[in-house]
């Protein structure tokens, strides 16, 4: 799944229509391939994030939880937590991979 499209569901205050349509609009650039359709496509590009975020809407609308809401702040803050592991990991891979070569290089 796209990382950029974040959980909406059982947050106080509840989702808005933005955050809606902004996962959608993900969405749709994920499936399409594209941030930005041609002009040719716009059209149809425009129409799937607008039903796609309506249909988020229903979907947040009619979900039911006997979870107490989440905390918006608190859910960011685990979200760059694991954000910043994933790049350190794949900071240390790197550094390891050149490392590696840099040595194999050097016993020839």
């Known amino acids: 799944m796209c990382?950029?499209?974040v959980p909406l569901n059982n947050f106080e205050p509840a989702a808005t229509d933005a955050?809606?349509?902004d996962a959608a609009l993900q969405f749709v650039r994920k499936i399409a391939g594209t941030t930005k359709p041609s002009q040719a496509n716009q059209a149809t590009f425009d129409a799937a994030v607008e039903e796609i975020a309506r249909?988020?809407?229903?979907?947040?609308?009619g979900l039911v939880t006997?979870?107490?809401?989440?905390?918006?702040e608190a859910e960011a803050d685990?979200?760059?937590?694991?954000?910043a592991e994933?790049?350190?990991?794949?900071?240390?891979?790197q550094q390891t991979k050149r490392e590696a070569a840099s040595t194999n290089g050097s016993e020839r």
């Open 78 to 83: 685990k979200r760059k937590a694991r954000s």
């Open 86 to 93: 994933r790049y350190e990991a794949i900071r240390v891979f």
């Open 66 to 72: 006997t979870a107490p809401p989440k905390n918006r």
């Open 55 to 61: 249909s988020t809407r229903a979907l947040i609308d």
């Open 19 to 21: 955050e809606c349509h």
């Open 3 to 5: 990382r950029n499209i």
